[in-house]
């Protein structure tokens, strides 16, 4: 029987050691840690902290604050809600409407605009079940179209409310005025 011992690692840059030296002790790393980060300065309280996992201010693909003002903030969250549970319940509107009114004027015009989309919506509704044959077929029809209109409502109305401007929902009827 032959004993090989043959070393693995012999081939690697690794000066062999004497019997009598020490290994080499281990060097700080210089270098970045990450590789795909790049390298980072060091911290300092000049330079206030960033979050290593959003991108610079400065990069094209960075968050863009919205001109929200500290009073639509509230009301942004309470827009949004309305106008998602008038796509599913066309009645919520009027809660919202009762209940949130006279907070601030730009909000009470999307809550306006919101309750004139519910109540159309309502009604269109109603005339579909109390008619029969094919107009009840084109009030139905067209119920289903107001149901896209209102999702794509609900999509834009909170948009146009952080910008500050008005939002009339296509083919609503304007059941409340200013």
């Known amino acids: 029987m032959t004993n090989h011992s043959h070393d693995p690692y012999a ?18 790393v210089t270098g970045p840690q990450n590789p795909f ?57 009027i809660v919202f409407f009762f209940v949130d009114k006279g907070k601030q004027p730009l909000y009470d015009d999307h809550l306006r605009e919101q309750l004139n989309m519910g109540l159309t919506r309502v009604l269109l509704t109603m005339g579909a079940s109390l008619f029969s044959g094919w107009i009840a077929g084109v009030l139905g029809l067209v119920s289903v179209a107001y149901v896209v209109l209102a999702v794509l409502g609900a999509l834009e ?4 409310y952080v910008a500050g ?9 304007p059941f409340t005025r200013q």
């Open 37 to 93: 980060l790049g390298s980072r300065p060091a911290p300092s309280s000049e330079m206030p902290h960033q979050n290593p996992f959003l991108p610079p201010a400065h990069s094209p693909i960075a968050p863009r604050p919205m001109p929200v003002s500290p009073q639509t903030q509230p009301y942004e969250t309470n827009l949004r809600l309305n106008a998602w549970l008038s796509v599913l319940v066309p009645i919520a509107p």
């Open 11 to 28: 081939d690697f840059d690794v000066p062999p050691r004497s019997s009598g030296q020490q290994p080499p002790s281990p060097q700080p």
């Open 165 to 173: 401007a008005k939002y009339q929902y296509p083919g609503a009827i």
């Open 157 to 160: 109305a909170p948009k146009r």
